[in-house]
T-cell receptor, first 112, second 116 residues
Framework: EPEVTQTPSHQVTQMGQEVILRCVPI?????FYWYRQILGQKVEFLVS????????KSEIFDDQFSVERPDGSNFTLKIRSTKLEDSAMYFC??????????FGSGTRLTVV | AQTVTQSQPEMSVQEAETVTLSCTYD???????LFWYKQPPSRQMILVIR??????QNATENRFSVNFQKAAKSFSLKISDSQLGDAAMYFC?????????????FGEGTQLTVNP
């Protein structure tokens, strides 16, 4: 069964540093997403991406965040200058136009 | 905006028994999906079951079934013959069908404990 692959599984970074989280969505899916889950809280939508541009973003997705599809397979989330409160699990997902999502196994980001 | 509410932060069940997790949602749309996701301690998000709002028949997947009440905007998950491996956080989620590539909106989650 096709999978969404995320790397790394765990990243520790210093406050103020830039971090890039990587994802390989399912190849025939059209929509790509990033979600965030702070420990003990619910899963929150960050951004959706379609046809090489952002199709929707939440209020969490401020100027600190950016997404990119640098080639035909990868989909990245960049946090420019990390804060302690960015520590969370970050999930990448992909979907066809309608129907269910497939989630990756997540990247645990720890900002120290 | 759509909202999803899970009013039970924690539930417990004896192994082999049946448990029902509650979920309500608020929307003005008529076409949407509802999902239940399971999140074990590994924190991976695993799809348990999906319901299309236009379908009157309740979805079932082996030991998992839903009670979908569209008028009441209720979507509960029933787990039959509970197993130790069912212990996890369970999230209810909503997705609009009226726009392509729409976001998932999650509830706060219910932590399920299965007692041997």
């Amino acid at each position: 069964e096709p999978e969404v692959t995320q790397t790394p599984s765990h990243q520790v970074t210093q406050m103020g540093q830039e971090v890039i989280l990587r994802c390989v969505p399912i190849s025939n899916h059209l929509y790509f997403y990033w979600y965030r889950q702070i420990l003990g809280q619910k899963v929150e939508f960050l951004v959706s991406f379609y046809n090489n541009e952002i199709s929707e973003k939440s209020e969490i997705f401020d100027d600190q965040f950016s997404v990119e599809r640098p080639d035909g397979s990868n989909f990245t989330l960049k946090i420019r200058s990390t804060k302690l409160e960015d520590s969370a699990m970050y999930f990448c997902a992909s979907s066809p136009a309608l129907g269910g999502y497939t989630f990756g196994s997540g990247t645990r980001l720890t900002v120290v | 905006a759509q909202t999803v509410t899970q009013s039970q932060p924690e539930m417990s069940v004896q192994e082999a028994e049946t448990v029902t997790l509650s979920c309500t949602y608020d929307t003005s749309e008529s076409d949407y999906y509802l999902f239940w996701y399971k999140q074990p301690p590994s924190r991976q998000m695993i799809l348990v079951i999906r319901q299309e709002a236009y379908k009157q028949q309740n979805a079932t997947e082996n030991r998992f079934s839903v009670n979908f009440q569209k008028a009441a905007k209720s979507f509960s998950l029933k787990i039959s013959d509970s197993q130790l491996g069912d212990a996890a956080m369970y999230f209810c989620a909503y997705r609009s069908l009226e726009t392509s590539g729409s976001r998932l909106t999650f509830g706060e989650g219910t932590q399920l404990t299965v007692n041997p």
